[in-house]
Nanobody, 122 residues
């Protein structure tokens, strides 16, 4: 059973916005730090943003000021609001969960979603 399901991806023009959602099930959601990662074609998966159990947030330099991560523990969801999108943001975006503490390393996340495609046209 995959406990994380992403949605909200799609095709958008440069400068546009998208909001990704990730729904968790089978987890005590409030006990997990949540992260977003992305993988562009031909590249390794990279950290995008994370949010701790106490709502502290962390961002990759490439998205700082443009993306915002948030969570709703009552709905078992984490979100990624993406503004001022650029063609280089094109990637498959993955949601991930890590018990208790934040990490920027994908190897330290226990659960992963199947990914959602984001394509930004120039």
């Amino acid at each position: 059973q995959v406990p994380l399901v992403e949605s909200g991806g799609g095709l958008v023009q440069a400068g546009g916005s998208l909001r990704l959602s990730c729904a968790a099930s089978g987890l005590t959601f409030s006990n997990y730090a949540m992260g977003w990662f992305r993988q562009a074609p031909g590249k390794e998966r990279e950290f995008v943003a994370a949010i701790t159990r106490s709502d502290s947030t962390y961002y990759a330099d490439s998205v700082k000021g443009r993306f915002t991560i948030s969570r709703d523990n009552a709905k078992n969801k984490v979100y990624l609001q993406m503004n001022s999108l650029k063609p280089e943001d094109t990637a498959v975006y993955y949601c991930a969960a890590r018990p208790w503490f934040y990490s920027g390393s994908e190897s330290e996340y226990n659960y992963w979603g199947q990914g959602t495609q984001v394509t930004v046209s120039s």
